[in-house]
């Protein structure tokens, strides 16, 4: 199929991949309301079309964190991504570093952070708030060992969300290691790829608490079982003290919570709803950025995920006070059609977008898109 947009990987992903592992990453919370509407509101931010500006040249090139990058896009973190692809963490991180932008490799990833790290250039770690404080602790010296620049510590998920397309797809429910062999062997690409030749499909990261033989039943198990909903703000001190690179907390949907992330010293936050996935009905994330922008945007660094699909959705992610952008779903379908190449194809077509954009929105730098670019009728 012909594939121009990050619509077409999703269906070229839909056609390749077992159900569960579609379902997985297409799907959200509850009735998926909040999914939705983080694509939906995004979509409807009315930009300013101006003309005769002088836009020749268009930079996409900005710093984030003390390091250039060619645009104002990270990999964000998406658990065994290694799934969608033969060893899709190293594809992906060969096609961020190609690109030149960070890949955030998740905590709940199929390949460890020592193999990733040498394929990705900047590296960051993503980081969840699990019981086992002295696992955590070897988790962060393990990335700074391994060179990451930056640790994003997700914060939204005390405990799993109310995911209903998990349990109808096999993924987790009622006798789901057979129904997912009974789907890989409905995909034959994929189950040879990835099903055989992508082995060893267990979690890297988390072989010291679940050993070798560890796999998607330990990865659901091991989350319900782990994740603590006891932590508070003030818990965060050590990993502040732990970590002595860019602290960035992931999951801020609201500016009191934004003002607490810079109080115990971040260096940036995320305003993400974990992409629908954990409380259906809340804000969207184009509609809580710009509120928290304007809360502590002078204090650290903002950044945002959440109903991204092309490089039109990140310049509005920008004008409503974001300095950078997380992919998620639409760098994991590119994965699952075409690996490496599918995840450069798809950050070469935001980098087309984004300068479309900027010219006929009148900026040619990352620096000068702001909220003057957004229509007057956008609150």
């Known amino acids: 199929m012909i594939i121009s947009s990050a619509a077409d990987f999703r269906e070229a992903a839909r056609r390749r991949l077992p159900r569960f592992l579609f379902d997985y990453a297409d799907g959200g919370a509850y009735a998926e309301q909040t999914l939705h509407r983080n694509v939906s509101d995004l979509s409807g931010v009315a930009l300013r ?3 005769l500006k002088d836009v020749a040249s268009i930079d996409l090139k900005t710093t984030l964190f003390g390091r250039e990058v060619s645009l104002p896009v990270a990999l964000g973190p998406v658990g065994i991504s290694g799934m969608y692809a033969r060893r899709g963490e190293l594809q992906a991180a060969r096609a961020a570093r190609r690109s030149g932008i960070p890949l955030c490799l998740s905590t709940v990833s199929i390949c460890p952070i020592e193999d990733v790290a040498k394929a990705a250039d900047p590296f960051w770690f993503q980081l969840y708030v ?4 002295g696992f955590m602790k070897d988790l962060i010296a393990t990335a700074k060992a391994a060179g990451a620049e930056a640790m994003v510590f997700t914060v939204d998920m005390p405990v799993p969300g109310a995911r209903y397309r998990d349990a109808h797809s096999g993924m987790s429910g009622p006798n789901a290691p057979v129904r997912r062999v009974l789907q890989a062997m409905g995909k034959p690409h994929w189950a040879w790829d990835v099903g055989l ?8 990261n988390l072989k010291p ?3 070798s033989n560890s796999g998607l039943n330990d990865y659901m198990g ?10 508070q703000w003030k818990d965060l001190e050590w990993i502040r003290q732990a ?3 860019p602290l960035i907390i992931k999951g801020i949907l609201d500016p009191e919570d934004a003002r607490e992330a810079a109080a115990i010293g971040a260096d940036g936050i995320v305003v993400s709803n974990h992409g629908g996935r954990q409380l259906d009905g809340v804000l969207s994330s184009a509609r809580a950025l710009p509120a928290i922008a304007d809360a502590v945007g002078d204090k650290l660094t903002v950044l945002a995920d959440g109903g991204i699909r092309n490089g039109l959705d990140v310049v509005r992610m920008l004008a409503l ?5 997380l992919l998620g ?7 699952a059609a075409q690996g490496e190449a599918g995840v450069i194809t798809l950050l070469d077509l935001i980098a087309k977008e984004m300068t479309v954009a900027m010219t006929l929105t009148g900026v040619n730098r990352i620096a000068a898109i702001d909220r003057s670019i957004l229509a007057e009728t956008v609150q």
């Open 321 to 325: 006070g974001a300095k950078g952008v």
């Open 49 to 51: 079309q101006r003309v």
């Open 243 to 245: 970590w002595d690179g």
């Open 329 to 335: 779903r639409a760098w994991v379908y590119a994965l």
């Open 197 to 204: 030749r992508g082995r060893p499909h267990t979690l890297g």
């Open 130 to 133: 699990i019981r086992d404080r």
């Open 209 to 211: 608490v679940l050993g």
């Open 222 to 231: 091991w989350l319900g079982a782990n994740f603590d909903p006891s932590i």
